[in-house]
């Protein structure tokens, strides 16, 4: 009989063992799918930090442009209400003028025309 159960433990041994490489095998694929999925990951996320790295790029010289049409703005808007003024001064002086001709006139003062 200790024969026999040797045999048995034995082959419970054998049995094991067999589970072993089994499951030593199935890790070894799981291992080699994950290395795969994970350089498609890696991949994925280089790609999508040169897109970040070429969108945040675009945004600054966006920043930039907006900045220089503002300062463009500002400096023809100062340019406009400086022309404005010129133009109400000379509105005035115009009605100033007239005012003087007209009060002129109104006291009995003609001009001769030629």
């Known amino acids: 009989m200790p024969a026999k159960k040797q045999n048995d433990e034995l082959i419970h041994i054998i049995k094991v063992v067999d589970k072993l490489d089994l499951a030593i095998d199935k890790l070894s694929d799981v291992s080699s799918d994950i290395r795969k999925i994970l350089a498609v990951h890696e991949t994925r996320i280089d790609s999508a930090e040169n897109v970040m790295e070429r969108h945040f790029v675009q945004q600054d010289a966006i920043h930039q442009r907006i900045g220089k049409l503002r300062d463009e703005m500002t ?17 005035w002086m115009v009605l100033g003028g007239a005012a003087v001709v007209s009060a002129m006139i109104g006291m009995g003062i003609h001009f001769p025309l030629t």
């Open 75 to 91: 400096k023809e808007s100062q340019e406009i209400r400086e022309d404005i003024a010129k133009l109400q001064q000379w509105k």
